[in-house]
């Protein structure tokens, strides 16, 4: 079954500590994408990747970094720099980059929260 | 820059009311526009995306969405809302099939 896993579901963090959210797919896309959702925000772009071995930062990377070393995995950490980590993080792959219409398909998404 | 706007953070229907939700986009370029659902604690769903071949596009779950260039909209609407069409619907915008700019997120409700 080809799709995008997450995990873990849900995360709890203590104040000070790095913590690293998995995200692989088996679809054979290029691209990646982390994004945050925070109530009534939408979803804001962290960090993309469209090739191994280079990314991209998005509108909030500051606290984050990223790694692409293989083209199924592109997992995300949340530094101890993240004052306000406390969110819901969604993965995202797509087929290629610049052609055409290309839709995101997304993972079930990891519940990280401060304690 | 690209960005979207989506009228209206909450919106209530009754079930079998007509559903309307708003979404404006603002491209300097032709966009590639796309409607996705989300259930609580799940991931996002395609509902429907606009290639350019079509104004009137046709999603899952009796969902569609017109691209009116004029207006800079891509209204997603149904006919009859059904009390598991309750959840949050996101508009977005891409480029070039880059990565995807998201609205701020539509809640609907659908009463019995």
């Known amino acids: 079954d080809g799709g995008i896993t997450q995990s873990p579901k849900y995360l709890f963090r203590k104040e000070g500590q790095n913590v690293t959210l998995s995200c692989e797919q088996n679809?054979?896309?290029?691209?990646m994408y982390w994004y945050r959702q925070d109530p009534g925000q939408g979803l804001r772009l962290i960090y993309y990747?469209?090739?191994?071995?280079?990314?991209q930062k998005g509108d909030i990377a500051e606290g984050y970094s990223v790694s692409r070393e293989k083209k199924e995995s592109f997992p995300l950490t949340v530094t101890s720099a993240q004052k306000n980590p406390t969110a819901f993080y969604l993965c995202?792959?797509?087929?290629?980059?610049?052609?055409?219409?290309?839709?995101?398909?997304f993972g079930q998404g990891t519940r990280l929260t401060v304690v | 820059a690209q960005s979207v706007t989506q009228l209206g953070s909450h919106v209530s229907v009754s079930e079998g009311a007509l559903v309307l939700l708003r979404c404006n986009y603002s491209?300097?370029?032709?966009?590639?526009l796309f409607w996705y659902v989300q259930y609580p604690n799940q991931g996002l769903q395609l509902l429907l995306k606009?290639?350019?071949?079509?104004?009137l596009v046709k999603g899952i779950n009796g969902f569609e969405a017109e691209f009116k260039k004029s207006e800079t909209s891509f209204h997603l609407t149904k006919p009859s809302a059904h009390m598991s069409d309750a959840a949050e619907y996101f508009c977005?915008?891409?480029?070039?099939?880059?990565?995807?700019?998201f609205g701020q997120g539509t809640e609907l409700s659908v009463k019995p």
């Open positions: 995202a792959s797509s087929i290629s980059r610049g052609q055409g219409p290309t839709e995101a398909f």
């Open positions: 679809l054979n896309h290029d691209a």
């Open positions: 990747s469209q090739i191994v071995n280079d990314f």
């Open positions: 491209s300097s370029v032709p966009p590639y």
């Open positions: 606009y290639t350019s071949a079509a104004t």
């Open positions: 977005a915008v891409s480029h070039q099939g880059g990565k995807l700019i």
